[in-house]
């Protein structure tokens, strides 16, 4: 089946600091990628819509310029997290969708900033 | 954008016994509508979806079942192991192709 690696599995940043969160599809090409943040025990909310070569799409309340999506190519979409704060910490999800598997889920990165 | 409402929160089963979990959506639009399970601190697992031309699909203990009128749908797991314990998510994906989460479940099989 298709699968989507996610890099780093956990980081831990100073306050201030940015970090960035990778996102590849490995065996398939994802013309779209999608960015969920989990919070301890809660749903896994969207944050944004990658689309290879063109700007993201951001749900209401997710701030664009601290949230920066980058996906230039099929197969890598990268989250970066810019300067960073405690209340950003945090379960960062990527899925890709794939026309034959429907949505994968990349490992997760947990976020600490401190 | 879609609002996916889930119930309960928590569930708790004696093993053996049937667990069923409800979904609701805001949104007419949407058409495809999977069933995550979480185990903590991973990624969500696709354990059954339903697309909006199907009313019910089943797949060994698992069925997911779909009123489109009422814009909610359900999942029920039968015959419950120890291992179905986990957090389980609906979700329901737009026109726009964006997939939104329930609140999720926690469901806690009791040996």
């Known amino acids: 089946g298709a699968v989507v690696s996610q890099h780093p599995s956990w980081v831990i940043c100073k306050s201030g600091t940015s970090v960035k969160i990778e996102c590849r599809s490995l065996d398939f090409q994802a013309t779209t990628m999608f960015w969920y943040r989990q919070f301890p025990k809660q749903s896994l909310m969207l944050m944004a819509t990658s689309n290879e070569g063109s700007k993201a799409t951001y749900e209401q309340g997710v701030e664009k310029d601290k949230f920066l999506i980058n996906h230039a190519s099929l197969t890598l979409s990268t989250l970066t997290v810019t300067s960073a704060h405690p209340e950003d910490s945090s379960f960062y999800i990527c899925?890709?969708?794939?026309?034959?598997?429907?949505?994968?889920f990349g490992s997760g990165t947990r976020l600490t900033v401190v | 954008g879609e609002n996916v409402e889930q119930h309960p929160s928590t569930l708790s089963v004696q093993e053996g016994d049937s667990a069923v979990i409800k979904c609701t959506y805001s949104d007419s639009a949407s058409n495809y509508f999977p069933w995550y399970k979480q185990e903590l601190g991973k990624r969500p697992q696709l354990i059954i979806d339903i697309r909006s031309n199907v009313g019910e699909k089943k797949d060994q203990r698992i069925a997911v079942t779909l009123n489109k009128t009422a814009k909610h749908f359900s999942l029920h797991i039968t015959e419950t192991q120890p291992e179905d314990s986990a957090v389980y998510f609906c979700?329901?994906?737009?026109?726009?192709?964006?997939?939104?989460f329930g609140t999720g479940t926690r469901l806690t099989v009791i040996p």
């Open positions: 899925s890709a969708q794939d026309s034959l598997y429907g949505y994968t």
């Open positions: 979700a329901a994906q737009t026109g726009a192709n964006n997939l939104f």
